[in-house]
């Protein structure tokens, strides 16, 4: 089944490293686009383009932003949020800045009330149709409104250039609330194309190298498979020596062809989470584990570093896969569970952007 990443926080999708990334290692891009605007907003030429190749999807919010019993959940969800000291902490002393536009068809009465009342969001007075926000609130809603459209979609996984929204995800959970997750870092080994080369140039790669992109994510897709049911340090690492050298051997062949066809790229990183329905992360299991390194034989040009450097400050540098350890929000456990995918929530971060 195609697999598709869903963007947020805007409709159209920025030219940038991030659309890059995605487009060379999913088969469809998506963004949240209310019924009244699916033909009149304003198309990037970027957008214009994935279109043309039937790549874009349109997700709609209307049905699910009006019916109350399936909003519920995702009002408590937001709002557990809003009030939390990681979002409060963000959201900083200084007079809050209420001025991104979300419209009024991706916003249910009762958040806008809600925010309204503690001075987060208001009328546009411009444009009837939509709302202001405050700027650390609009991402926030619309990443908790994209975490459940996509949960409705087949094989949609919500993703962002902005990071915020992982921040508050994966921020350290007491174990009382928050549930264990097995996060696997594939630190510098995914080769992304660099952000002057033409989008149009990445859709003939993809589409030339199907069977080459399809081989790495099945693997990629087996490898958190495995890491789930594991039981103990020496099965952990018996996944990480198989896994990571038929990853490896896959990285390299991907890469060649890139370079092959003149796509300059550099070496990327990606953190996934990985937890399903029918099994719960062994407490037996290490806190952290380095699972493969490979050396100098998989490496970058200087400066092909992570935003912020090492992936989400745990001091990770060396090229290779490892395993952490983790506590996810307890709000997530169900939605992460139900879906087809191993793993619910994707963080990537390159040289000039993160997912």
Known sequence: MAQTVLYYPTINIPDSQWLRQALLYYDNVASIVP??????????????????????????????????????????????IIESQEFQWYLGREDAIVDAQIHEDKVTLSILGYLQDKGLARLDPSRMDWYLFERKTALVYMSVLAEYLAGIEDSTIPATDKRIYHDLLFAKKQQSNGFKCSQLIFNHILPVPRIDVPIEKIIEFREKHALELITLRRTIDEFQKAVISVESERELLDAGIHYGEELRKKVLILDEELQNNKISSFWHSLKVCAQDLKTVVSESLPESLTLATYGGSIGGPPGAMLAGGGVMGLGIAEKGISYKAARIDARYQQRIQVREHPFGYVYSAGKEGII
């Open 35 to 80: 019924e009244k605007l699916s033909d009149v907003f304003p198309v990037s030429n970027e957008l214009r383009v994935l279109k043309s190749k039937d790549i874009f999807r349109e997700v709609k919010p209307d049905d699910f932003i009006k019916h109350y019993k399936t909003t519920q959940e995702f009002e408590q969800d937001f709002r557990a």
